[in-house]
């Protein structure tokens, strides 16, 4: 049997069983990586890869050469001002304003207008969670991570996320998400992109051209 006739054979069996009851429960059984742990090596490594597959650059450091590794990224992308959530680890942020930057932090009760998002060149936030599977990272508008306007509209985004908190597969993350379902989403895997019809790549059409990643052990 051909995909088609699989598809159509089951809406013909669905609606079928829609006129005789409610329609069952769908399986909830989705696969949960257990040979890798999240946050092993395995899991660290795929995700590099992936992330690099699209066109991301990603550094992998301990805990005291992250503040290094953000200023490093914000100085090769010749960024000369930033903007930060309110939140963010005081270390990131002074490193954010090394070499003279200027930072700018988008409060919450005073948040930046669309003209003085688009006037920064970088945004750096930390993250929630990362999918090693698809090379997916998640923020979820906490603190250290801002509102979903500061990590689209910037044309770089540096984000820092620690190894901890990159899971196999995406079940597994949703897991996580789900602990606080209420907080606003965002989901990106490498930096923006699209093609016309012409297959013509162009680069940071719905969010930023360039993505930096810092992975703390």
């Known amino acids: 049997m051909d995909a088609k006739s699989e598809i159509l054979g089951n809406i013909k069996a669905a609606l079928a069983q829609s006129q005789d009851g409610p329609a069952p429960e769908p399986t909830r059984d989705y696969r949960r990586e257990t040979e890798n742990a999240p946050g092993s090596d395995p899991v660290v490594e795929e995700m590099v890869e992936a992330l690099i597959d699209y066109t991301a650059e990603v550094k992998v450091v301990n805990e005291d050469q992250a503040a290094d590794a953000i200023a490093e990224y914000l100085t090769a992308l010749d960024a000369k001002r930033v903007v930060l959530p309110p939140e963010l680890p005081e270390a990131w942020a002074q490193a954010a304003g090394r070499d003279g930057r200027e930072t700018v932090v988008d409060h919450r009760d005073a948040p930046l ?16 969670c990362g999918i090693s599977l698809s090379g997916t990272i998640i923020l979820d508008g906490e603190g250290d991570q801002g509102r979903r306007a500061i990590s689209l509209v910037p044309d770089s985004h540096i984000c820092v996320l620690r190894a901890k908190d ?8 949703l897991d996580l998400l789900a602990q606080n379902p ?14 016309d019809i012409e297959l013509i790549r162009v680069d940071g059409v719905h969010g930023p051209r360039n993505l930096r990643v810092v992975i703390i052990r």
């Not at 207008?113 to 930390?126: C, K, M, P, Q, R």
């Not at 990159?166 to 993350?173: D, E, G, H, L, S």
């Not at 209420?182 to 093609?195: D, H, L, V």
């Open 182 to 195: 209420e907080r606003p989403q965002t989901w990106f895997a490498g930096p923006s992109a699209t093609s």
């Open 166 to 173: 990159i899971y196999p597969t995406v079940p597994q993350a």
């Open 113 to 128: 207008s669309n003209h003085e998002l688009d006037a920064v060149d970088a945004v750096l936030t930390g993250s929630r």
